[in-house]
């Protein structure tokens, strides 16, 4: 059974920086695409970034392009996401997921597994 744990969330001040985990069990992780989401209060879930099963391609969204950098550890089965700059927008629950193939990113790429999302306020 593939179980995913994120952490690393909390509450934080405009400009401040935040890594997020991604803890995954159950699962091929090494072989696997990854991808983080988020869903802010009222709107709809939008992809973040993701990074190929071996950590050589990422994409990013155009919001978290410059500020935000996806990485794994396939050794620790975690993956990441440093955030800096943040802002009073980037407020969500964030959440990681894992795709059905090493390389596909895309923002619209299948993903079969996701975790219980941990949550990101950013103050003014």
């Known amino acids: 059974q593939v179980r995913l744990v994120e952490s690393g969330g909390g509450l934080v001040q405009a400009g401040d920086s935040l890594t997020l985990s991604c803890a995954v069990s159950g699962g091929t992780f090494r072989n696997i695409a990854m991808a983080w989401f988020r869903q802010a209060p009222g709107k709809e879930r939008e992809f973040v970034a993701a990074i190929s099963w071996s950590g050589r391609s990422t994409n990013y969204a155009a919001s978290a392009k410059g500020r935000f950098t996806i990485s794994r550890d396939n050794a620790e089965n975690t993956m990441y996401l440093q955030m800096t700059g943040l802002k009073p927008e980037d407020t969500a629950d964030y959440f990681c997921?894992?795709?059905?193939?090493?390389?596909?990113?895309?923002?619209?790429?299948?993903?079969?597994?996701w975790g219980q999302g941990t949550q990101v306020t950013v103050s003014s």
């Open positions: 997921a894992m795709g059905r193939s090493g390389a596909a990113i895309s923002s619209l790429s299948p993903y079969d597994y």
